[in-house]
């Protein structure tokens, strides 16, 4: 890499002649080389899916989560450094319940990415701190309808039909164009998000994963919560079935 | 020698996306003796291996109780151990003086992966030196969790950390799944062996440099060392297994009973 | 200074406004009843006819939470307790909040409110049912707190309570418990000023935690001497 050696990449505060912040660069190489998670936004909720490695037979089921509620409508998958996301997660719950308490209705998802790529933004100013090592998608359903964001260290943000964050971002971008985002109900795209994580994956290279399935639609009374264990299995069965297909051709 | 400009705080990316300070506080916990914990589905326990300095100094004590219903075990700098275990005890005695009830372990160990999270994104601070193995019951049945210097944790029904700790982790990967129907002693039992996977050529395990925590579903975090861990000792003594007791190997890393000089020991 | 503290000490709402009347409830066999009627009085005047005092909360909602004394303290009280249901909920740990808990809870903030002479201006009364156990409890606006088989409120700490005492068994069926709630808070009505006939009755037990459509007492104004008064007898009093 060029900026390497040159000085101008030490800080976060310290722009390269040609005008770029190389330690935010290299703190979106956190998320890059992390699980990649995907996010659909449907005509009837929002869906998220994360995989993880197995890291050991030891650890107990469901540990090590990457998806997690914000509010009862608004939920956060993270890639990245989860102990950097967790910070990123904790400031989005404080801000709901703000929003809350302060105005009566629930935070709606343009504010809560906002709020979070703004102070994440933050971090990318000053040299006392460094910028967050981690990339969240924000699924959120309240009153303005089902929306999908993702949020990056830099603290940029947009809002997405669907997206991809991690190491397989750019297959999975390419994979979920294909999908038709005005017809597809929130447990058809469970299975989709699925598959797309899986056909990202090559068994022969890296560690076995497993998934993190969340969504927040009408089926799950537009609450953010994990979907329901036989339809994670049927999910991860499918996925498993169309990846075996992809490496017989 | 290379010298790498970005390893010295941890307020600064490598261009591989690493946080490189953060990296060596966990090799931290990797120069700490060993720590083992494990559960069944009425106990959760721990069990670790003390060092002493000489041989007129006594051995450093690795496990803290916490609560009632929960207690550390630790690998690493015990300085930032005692500093992690006294907010804990904070935390455990609010929520008691709050709710009238023991607080939910896994609850915690997330307040305290926060809690490492901060010293690794700001300057001036640096990361914990220490990984810990929480154990405690509470509404939710026993728990066993691992934290790390990074902020990163994780729940186990098997774990071990530390020096040589890949050894224990064989151990029980090799035996973790007969463990939820196992009683007390059983457990204690396959928590010595693991131990005794950790130690260095010609070491061995007695009653003076092994301690055991547990902790029931009705609550009682209770400590083993010395006389009350002694039996146990002894039990599995003439077991298979184990180092062997020949001169050390020469590749081996340094002994467990001499560790590296330094400002602060790890243990 | 010091002659001065009692002027000079920094208080805040001490008294109530709009406020709720008496709660009354009782254990049974395998629950709990709660009782209170559906009036918000703005001093003598019955300003808010059919608001509900008792609402199920936590997480699960399986924890009865019924409160006498000024409503918007109840509400603000709730409006508490629902955002620290949601951070339960985003925790998606297994754990919610049990009676017992979240009345240690409420009570400490109730203690540390009045600590700050600023209380929040409610009797209040916490049902629940959890591993095969009962648990009712209550506390005051001044963080007391105490768990019992029949509590009342308010006037009915004075007028329902030995009513309560009189008729209560631990091993009442949940009709008997019914008949001597729905009995007290009929005298309650007959004798308290600010009291309504429109009651709301909460169940607690192993199926969950219910709160009951207003009811309306039957009542009975035809006794001698509520027709003739108590005029005849020349001190006013019956």
Redesign the interface.
Known sequence: MSSIGTGYDQSTTTFSPDGRVFQVEYATKAVDISSTAVGIRCKDGVVMCVEKPKLSKMLVEGTNRRIMTVDKHSGICISGMIADARQIVNYGRREATGYLDFSGSPIPGSVLASRISMMMHTYTLYWTVRPFGASVLIASYAEEGPQLYSVDPSGVSYRYFATAIGKGKNGAKSQLEKLDLTTLTAREAVIEAAKVIYSQHDPSKEKPIELEISWVCDESNKMHQLVPPALHAEAEAAAKAYREAMDDD | MFRNQYDTDCITWSPAGRIHQIEYAMEAVKQGSAAIGLRSNAFALVATLKRSSSELSSYQKKIFKIDDNMGIGIAGLVADARVIAKYMRTECINHRYVYDAPMQVGRLVVQVADKSQIGTQQVGRRPYGVGLLVVGSDGTGPHLFETQPSGQYFEYKAMAIGARSQAGRTYLEKHFEEFPELGLDDLIKHALLALRETLSTGQELTAANVAVGYCGLQGGFTILEDETIAPYVDAVKGTPGGPPMEEAAPEEAPPAEAPAEGAMDTE | MQAHAPESAFTRTTNPLVTGGSVVALKYAGGVLVATDTLASYGSLARFENVCRMSTVGMNHDVLLAAGGDYSDYQQML?MID?RA??E???????A??A??MH??LT?ILYQRRSKMDPLWNQIVIAGFRDGQVYLGTSDLYGTMYTEDIIATGLGAHMALPLLRKGWRADMSEAEARKLLEDCMRVLFYRDTRASANINIGKVDASGCTVSAPIKLETFWEHPEFVRGGGHLGNGSW
């Open positions: 409006k955002i949601t951070q909920f985003a925790l998606d740990d297994g754990a909040l049990s017992s808990e240690h809870w400490r």
